[in-house]
């Protein structure tokens, strides 16, 4: 923990197949040293559809109040929109980014190049505590 301050950290992941790593980020949720939030609504709405506005009003919100976000890179997670999206706010808003891959072989999503992402080298919580600890 830097300075005594507690990291809320926004969850960036593609919905549908990603969901399991989500879910063991809850667990580990559990240490002091961070807090991970999350949006678990609905995603089958597109994010530029008319029915977005009160899900991307919700994001920015949690986003806005964070003061990291991190990216669970998939196999699927480049071509989301959603995450595409919430990566984008999070660099307008000036929140730093992590970044960290399920698998060394997946594409990386274009919002995260030139943005100054800080890679966790593995999906540990060793591994990505250190990356949060280091952005």
């Known amino acids: 923990m830097i300075f005594g301050w507690k990291k809320d950290i926004f969850i960036s992941y593609a919905y549908k197949t990603d969901k399991r790593y989500k879910n063991l980020l809850v667990a580990w ?12 609504g609905s995603v089958t709405v597109p994010v530029n559809s008319t029915q977005a506005g009160p899900i991307r009003r919700v994001i920015s919100q949690k986003i806005s109040q964070a003061t990291h976000l991190l990216c669970i890179v998939g196999e699927e997670t480049h071509k989301s929109a959603w995450v595409e999206w919430e990566i984008n706010k999070a ?3 000036g929140k730093k980014i992590i970044a960290v891959k399920t698998n060394r072989s997946n594409t990386t999503p274009d919002a995260l ?3 100054g992402a800080t890679w966790a080298m593995s999906f540990t919580f060793a591994a990505i505590k250190k990356a949060v600890d280091e952005s």
Request: aromatic content about 28%; glycine content about 6%.
């Open 91 to 93: 660099v307008e808003t």
């Open 29 to 40: 949720d559990k240490n002091d040293l961070f807090d991970f939030e999350f949006y678990d």
């Open 113 to 115: 190049y030139g943005v």
